[in-house]
Nanobody
């Protein structure tokens, strides 16, 4: 049974940085595409960034210059480095994994973490 555990959220001031981590267990991590989604109150869940099994990333346009997704297969962990944070980045951030598809806004991956709250406020 695949499990995903996120950490690293919190309260940060505008223009600050946070690094989210998601630890994967229960299967072979390197076989899974990974993604980060977020959901703000009253809004739909949206894809923030995804990374293929080969390490190729893609990003939501509004975060492309500020966020970086990476994976460390030896630690079964995917990261989301978030820089120059803005109040509109405030949301619950979810880790997502799938062995077959690259998660996107039309098709979510099969496995979800519990989410971690990111709040950007002065």
């Amino acid at each position: 049974q695949v499990q995903l555990v996120e950490s690293g959220g919190g309260l940060v001031q505008p223009e600050g940085s946070l690094r989210l981590s998601c630890v994967f267990s229960g299967d072979i991590f390197s076989s899974y595409a990974m993604a980060w989604y977020r959901q703000a109150p009253g809004k739909q869940r949206e894809l923030v960034a995804a990374i293929t099994t080969r390490g190729n990333p893609n990003y939501l346009d509004s975060v492309k210059a500020r966020f970086n997704i990476s994976r460390e297969n030896t630690k079964s962990t995917v990261y989301l480095q978030m820089n120059s944070l803005k109040p509109e980045d405030t949301a619950v951030y979810y880790c997502n994994a799938d062995r077959t598809i690259l998660p996107n806004n039309s098709l979510f991956g099969k496995y979800w973490g519990q989410g971690t709250q990111v709040t950007v406020s002065s």
